[in-house]
């Protein structure tokens, strides 16, 4: 959990490598995982329409490996 801790609080920054950084993260720290939090954390940013492309993508890619073990 603390990774989690740790990266939650950056998620939401305004540079978008930041953003990556910290999503791909978390995606290093949870694999395989199936945690509610991460789920939480990056599905709002999944759905954002107004997000770049990258910062949406990077985010559905740590949401599958993170729920469904890519990595």
Known sequence: MQA???LFDSVNKE?????IGVIMGLGLAYPNTQKEE???V????VQD?????????????TL???????L
């Not at 540079?15 to 953003?19: K, Q, S, V």
């Not at 599958?64 to 890519?70: D, F, N, P, R």
């Open 15 to 19: 540079d978008p490598a930041i953003r």
């Open 42 to 45: 990056l599905t709002p940013i």
């Open 4 to 6: 989690c801790a740790v």
């Open 64 to 70: 599958g490996s993170c729920l469904c073990g890519l």
């Open 49 to 61: 329409s107004n997000l770049g492309i990258e910062v949406a993508g990077f985010a559905a890619m």
């Open 38 to 40: 991460v789920l939480e």
